[in-house]
């Protein structure tokens, strides 16, 4: 049986350095400490070194260098981190080794030490065309430097680009997000992650909204902008293969699946995560703490749990889960993991059953919550 | 006898009665100033919270007059609020006299009025007290001509005193002992004393408050009450100076306290009359009024589990609140709870609040009604105060609601508005008349079940804070009632349903529809929210089916969390009420029957 052999697994680096928090970002970022990065670095460097004898040096198929802003590393240190992953981890032949990047911090140079460190995918994080909504974000870029950061990408051997979008921000109307689409269309990405914005506590964004300075869009005109974006990426070619993710035929994030496929993963650097044994770890989220050496925190996963794990991860994606799948992983059958709890969301039309695999329909799509929440 | 003086005081909310009452009890010294607090006689938390007296009260006394004769002054202490009017009647019984307290900047009151009547039925002789002379809004002569006009007393019998101040204490005092009357009675004669209220004690059961009319009691009688038929035997009686201190005997004229042996304040009757079981009085104290419950709502836990608690919470407040009646109700919504049925408005407030504060339960209060009389086509007449109960419409003949007489004072300029607002709330005539320059009564016959629906409020309003009211009822008339039951996803919810006029059902039942709309969150599905008589769609509104209920980001570092917040969804989605397919979170029953309120 196939089962019994190990997939490869994913391996993420996170890299919190930005040259200016955004408004909505709510991850483990920081501004103003470039100056921690060679230590930061290191620090990374030995985790992975570590962590690769530990886990017995699994073969990985899949790379995500996230942040933060990976582009504020200089040519060599990312270049290290990347030799420390292929030193620790027999990375195979066809791996897909992504790199997040923002428009206004990738230079040549350094577009040009990723693809010779293997680097073959870059996400840059585009947003949205207009200046006043970037600023609104907290961005520093404008989309000038989108469309020059896509060129020096193209320079350097770049040929999967992905362009992160977002919508229903603060004041954006439907004909701003049409530009948007529009522009980001003209620059032919390979790949698209199309984000309505979540709102999280504690951002300046949230901050804003609550005290009524900013207006989102209403629930409608939000969905209507989803709809719009999942139209228009269709009509340029780009399936959709998960809630907000979509790609040209080949060119699905196969790191990203691996994660909603329950595919292992290792996780390095300041709140980084790990999926290893049937353990959720993660690292300490702040970046003082992790440079001091803190314990991560681990988290058993539980049959119950890991079962729901697989709703709540591969229903994201439009091709569902495969009830073969979900029976090797789990020993049983989604009919028998769920029961009756299927029904509610089944007969709501919000799920289907689709050549062997349960998945959200249309409508489950804007809706996935609360079906998860009925197969609780 | 002829040194006893049975007196209460009567005044308008905030004119100054508890004040007053905690001047006179200092200067007889019946308090020590470690044991003295403001409004000594209200021992409830929320009667001193909101400077209001709820429950009866007596005060012994003890007074050496200028000519260095003793005195025993027995102030008997009555709730101010028109809902308690029923115990004012009752503590007027046991007294000769009553001070009338007139506020000196503000004047005569409706509720002045309404009690001096009172007072006046009783045989009561008055003394006029111009309290607040300190304030320098005071218009003394002013309210010496109201005195003398709306009040028709005696102005040159009027005591200016400053209860804040002391000023005129001791002339009240002495004013007691010259102008109130002694009380009569025959100490030889068989026992007629009246219950005029009675407090419950933990360890020593029922303490009756009494005025012996005729006759003595001591420990070791044999009682029987004339009421209610019970019988029992003396344990101990006394008088109340703020601590109970037993006495040898209690005889004609006095008042004070028996203890009997009784258990719950159930078994008697407040206005009931004891006397002797081997020698009984020939005829009780006339004036005996069984209390009336005019306003009923059912109460239920927010939370089902506290189903227990509630009802001994209430068996406890009922210990000590004969006029608050329950009975067990069950909701297809809400759960199991309670019927209960309240003298008004404000003692379902305080109900609800003594519930919440005192044996912290969350409540969810359904819609207040008035008891309707019902004739069916069959000839039976039943009485109806609870929707649920409400016969199907095709076997009723008529039906009859309670009016009041209300009486509204007002400064002149609002008048109109106040005729309008009765006319609003159903009014079927409205009467005005000039109490004096700038001062008008309106009195109105009007629905009570109409006045439920915050008309005490609304009248504030449109008089700036102004008017006040007052009301008794009088009658039951023809009327024209429909049950509206509000539908939520086509579901009926029985504890939203309730009875009100034809005229004013749609206008209400779009207030409801509009407020559930309001506070139950978006489905995956719309909701429609229905006010319905019959079969009869009357008022509607929407809820939209929500369209987002996604997480945009979901990767490796988000899934952990991501499963705590479908978590907390998932608990919050288990604190609603189900009714069909919706979830009604318990905040939608109380914003709607709250909003009703207000």
Not at chain 2, 353 to 377: H, T
Not at chain 2, 427 to 442: H, I
Not at chain 2, 520 to 532: A, S
Request: proline share 5%.
């Amino acid at each position: 049986m196939h089962s019994t052999l190990p997939k490869p697994i994913g391996l993420y680096v996170h890299l919190p350095f930005c040259v200016r928090k955004c408004a909505y970002c709510d991850f483990a970022s920081y501004a103003g400490r470039q100056a921690d990065i060679p230590r930061y670095v290191d620090a990374v460097v030995q985790e992975i070194t570590r962590r690769g004898a530990e886990t017995g040096h699994p073969s990985a198929d899949t790379i995500f260098l996230g942040g933060g802003t990976p582009s504020l590393l200089d040519e060599f240190q990312i270049t290290r981190i990347l030799d420390a992953l292929f030193d620790a981890f027999p990375i195979e032949q066809n791996a897909e080794i992504t790199c997040e990047c923002n428009p206004g911090t990738l230079t040549p140079p350094f577009a040009q030490a990723l693809r010779q460190a293997g680097v073959n995918r870059l996400s840059l994080g585009a947003q949205a065309a207009q200046t006043r909504l970037l600023r609104l974000l907290g961005r520093i870029h404008d989309w000038e430097q989108v469309i020059a950061s896509v060129e020096i990408a193209r320079q350097a051997g770049f040929e999967n680009i992905n362009l992160d979008l977002m919508f229903g921000l603060p004041s954006q109307t439907v004909s701003d997000f049409r530009e948007t689409l529009a522009a980001a269309m003209a620059l032919c990405p390979t790949h698209v992650s199309c984000y309505g914005l979540i709102v999280e506590e504690g951002t300046p964004i949230c901050r804003e909204v609550t005290a009524g300075k900013l207006v989102l869009p209403n629930e409608e005109v939000e969905r209507d902008m989803y709809e719009f974006a999942r139209q228009t990426f269709a009509e340029h070619g780009l399936q959709q293969y998960e809630i907000s993710n979509f790609a040209r035929e080949g060119y699905a994030c196969r790191h990203n699946i691996g994660c909603w496929t329950r595919v292992r993963y290792l996780g390095f650097g300041c709140a980084a995560h790990s999926f290893f044994d049937q353990c959720r770890t993660m690292n300490p989220p702040q970046l003082d703490a992790y440079l001091a050496g803190e314990e991560p925190k681990t988290e058993q996963i539980s049959k119950d749990e890991a079962r729901f794990e697989s709703m709540m991860l591969g229903l994201r994606m439009t091709r569902g889960v495969k009830d073969e799948d979900f029976t090797r992983m789990h020993g049983l059958s989604i009919r028998d993991a769920f029961g009756a709890k299927l029904d509610k969301p089944i007969n709501a039309g919000l799920l289907e059953w689709h050549e062997g695999a349960l998945r959200l329909t249309r409508l489950g799509m804007d809706l996935q919550n609360s079906v998860l929440v009925d197969l609780m | 006898m002829n040194h006893i003086r049975n007196f209460c005081i009567i005044a308008h909310i905030d004119h100054g009665k508890s004040t007053l009452a905690d001047r006179l009890i200092q200067a007889c010294g019946a308090v020590s100033q470690r044991e003295f607090r403001d409004q000594v006689l209200d021992s409830m938390d929320i009667e001193r919270e909101r400077g209001i007296t709820i429950k009866s009260n007596s005060i012994t006394l003890p007074y050496r007059a200028p000519d260095g004769q003793n005195y025993q002054l027995n102030l008997i202490d009555t709730p101010g609020h028109v809902d308690f009017s029923h115990e004012v009647r009752r503590s007027l019984l046991a007294c000769d006299g009553a001070l009338i307290v007139v506020d000196a900047s503000q004047g005569v009151e409706a509720q002045t009025v309404a009690n001096l009547y009172l007072a006046l039925d009783n045989n009561l002789e008055l003394l006029p007290i111009i309290n607040k002379i300190d304030l320098p809004a005071a218009d003394v002569d002013r309210v010496l001509e109201e005195i003398d006009k709306d009040l028709g007393l005696d102005p040159f019998a009027a005591i200016p005193v400053s209860a804040k101040t002391g000023v005129g204490i001791q002339d009240v005092l002495k004013g007691i002992v010259e102008k109130l009357p002694c009380p009569k009675g025959d100490p030889a004669g068989p026992l007629k004393a009246l219950v005029f209220d009675a407090q419950f004690d933990r360890y020593r059961g029922v303490i009756l408050l009494c005025r012996i009319m005729d006759g003595t009691v001591k420990p070791g009688d044999p009682i029987h009450f004339m009421h209610s038929g019970w019988d029992y035997t003396v344990e101990e009686v006394g008088v109340n100076r703020l601590k109970f201190c037993p006495a040898e005997q209690l005889s004609a004229g006095e008042v004070g306290y028996i203890i009997a042996g009784i258990k719950s304040v159930r078994e008697i009757e407040v206005g009931d009359t004891i006397t002797q079981l081997d020698r009984p009085a020939a005829e009780p104290v006339p004036g005996y009024q069984k209390a009336k419950s005019v306003v009923f709502s059912s109460i239920y836990p927010i939370n089902s589990d506290e189903y227990r608690e509630l009802a001994q919470a209430l068996d406890k407040l009922a210990i000590n609140d004969a006029s608050l009646t329950y009975e067990r109700d069950s909701s297809a919504a809400l759960g199991f709870g309670f019927r209960c049925g309240f003298l008004g408005l404000l003692h379902l407030d305080v109900v609800q609040e003594r519930l919440q504060r005192e044996f912290d339960i969350g409540l969810v209060v359904s819609a207040p009604s008035v008891r309707y009389k019902v004739s069916l086509k069959d000839g039976d007449v039943i009485e109806v105060d609870n929707p649920g109960n409400w016969p199907d419409p095709i076997k009723i003949a008529g039906v009859t609601e309670p009016y009041i007489k209300a009486s509204i004072l007002t400064p002149e300029e609002y008048v109109g508005s106040v005729m309008d607002l009765c006319r609003e709330y159903r009014s079927a005539s409205q009467q005005m008349n000039y109490l004096c320059v700038g001062r008008v009564e309106v009195v109105s016959e009007m629905p009570l079940g109409e006045v439920l629906f915050d008309f005490y409020g609304k009248l504030k309003t449109v008089t700036r804070g102004y008017g006040s009211f007052d009301y008794v009822t009088i009658d039951y008339r023809e009327t024209d009632v429909v049950k509206v039951e509000i539908l939520i996803n086509g579901e009926p919810v029985d504890a939203l349903a309730y009875l009100v006029h034809r005229d004013k059902a749609r206008a209400r039942a779009l207030h409801y529809c509009e407020q559930l709309a309001e506070a139950i969150p978006r489905h995956q599905f719309k909701i429609p929210i229905q006010g319905v008589i019959g079969g009869k769609i009357i008022a509607r509104s929407t809820i939209q089916a929500y369209r987002k209920d996604v997480t945009a980001k979901c990767y490796g570092g988000d899934i952990t969390r991501k499963k705590k917040l479908l978590e907390k969804q998932k608990k919050g989605k288990a604190k609603m009420k189900q009714v069909g397919q919706v979830q009604i979170p318990q905040k939608a029953f109380i914003s709607v029957l709250a909003a009703d309120r207000k």
